[in-house]
């Protein structure tokens, strides 16, 4: 680990963490031992302080800061491309993740000084090793891609003539295709089980459809093959019928999707759909005639957004 780069844990974030790890442990009645005596060593001014330092120096005892300096050591550029990293208590497991921020480029710094990189964990997280480095291999990895010039981030997707609905699918697919190249690669290395092939196997047969040979093919493309760039991964959310259909597009696609406007090889008719999901739609989608067709993959992402959260609109969410 470098010396000189900044690593930043929330003091509450790292007394729950604590708290939470050494429940259990052999050393327990240590801990608390030493953490009564500061009530009694402490007085009011210097507590805080005090407890924090305590905190922090049972923190790295129960090495639960380990899988951490473990992901930076494997990629480097993680620290020599950004100067700090600062962890921070989601509100819930729904908020957990990893972000790379840049700050304006308006006082002089480098580009490695204007990058942070904040994750946000929960104490139970992070108070369990395996889990935590497994979710930090995974949310890094996207972080690793950020930083990579050869694989050519680019933060802004080209806008779509075909409205908001298409260009907020464009994301929903870009994110299926970027979580299958990230997974596909901590596979190669042993650091997942077969069953995550078949996982995202799954979500890529649902996102894109297209003849069953040919989505396999695909698929195996992305998920085996550890050579990727971002503008590949664009091409391929946006046009994913010339992947899958080649020459005889023409003849394969059934045609367009009234909602996000993709070619798809299976029109849905409004005529079998509940009528709670046409009223859903037409809601989000006022100009939407019900007796235009949809895609299944619009159909399946109401479907799937309305089970998890009745009032949440799927063109609002981004690719996570």
Same mark, same amino acid.
């Given at each position: ?235 391929? =959310? #946006? ?5 899958? @259909?080649?020459?005889? &597009?023409?003849?394969? /696609?059934?045609?367009? +999707?009234?909602? %996000? ?13 509940? =009528? #709670? ?5 037409? @809601?989000?989608?006022? &100009?939407?005639?019900? /007796?235009?067709?949809? +895609?299944?993959? %619009? ?22």
């Amino acid at each position: 680990m470098n010396p000189s780069y900044r690593i930043e844990f929330q003091p509450h974030l790292v007394e729950e963490a604590v708290l939470r790890a050494v429940a259990g442990h052999p050393d327990a009645s240590l801990f608390w031992g030493e953490r009564d005596r500061l009530y009694e060593c402490a007085d009011n001014d210097h507590r805080e302080p005090a407890f924090q330092n305590f905190n922090q120096s049972w923190f790295n005892r129960l090495g639960l800061g380990k899988p951490l300096q473990q992901v930076f050591a494997f990629w480097p550029i993680l620290m020599d491309s950004t100067s700090r990293c600062v962890l921070i208590k989601a509100r819930s497991k729904k908020n957990i993740g990893a972000e790379l921020y840049i700050v304006p480029d308006e006082s002089g710094l480098n580009e490695r000084e204007l990058r942070t990189i904040a994750i946000q964990v929960t104490p139970e997280l992070l108070s369990h090793s395996q889990q935590l480095l497994n979710f930090l291999r995974h949310e890094l990895l996207h972080i690793v891609d950020m930083l990579d010039p050869d694989f050519g981030y680019e933060p802004n997707f080209p806008n779509a003539d075909a409205g908001p609905a298409h260009d907020s699918f464009l994301q929903v697919r870009y994110g299926v295709l970027w979580d299958i190249i990230i997974d596909g690669r901590l596979f190669q290395r042993g650091w997942l089980p077969q069953s995550a092939r078949e996982r995202h196997f799954d979500i890529f047969k649902r996102t894109f459809a297209g003849p069953e040979e040919k989505v396999e093919t695909a698929f195996g493309y992305f998920f085996d093959d550890n050579s990727h760039t971002h503008r590949e991964l664009v091409e391929f =959310a #946006r046009h994913p019928h010339e992947w899958l @259909a080649g020459s005889t &597009v023409s003849d394969s /696609s059934k045609g367009r +999707c009234a909602l %996000c406007h993709f070619p798809t090889f299976h029109l849905i008719n409004p005529s079998e759909l509940e =009528a #709670r999901l046409v009223a859903k739609i037409q @809601a989000h989608h006022p &100009v939407w005639n019900p /007796s235009q067709s949809i +895609c299944r993959q %619009c159909m399946d992402l109401y479907e799937a957004r309305e089970q998890h959260n009745p009032l949440t609109d799927p063109h609002q969410a981004g690719a996570e």
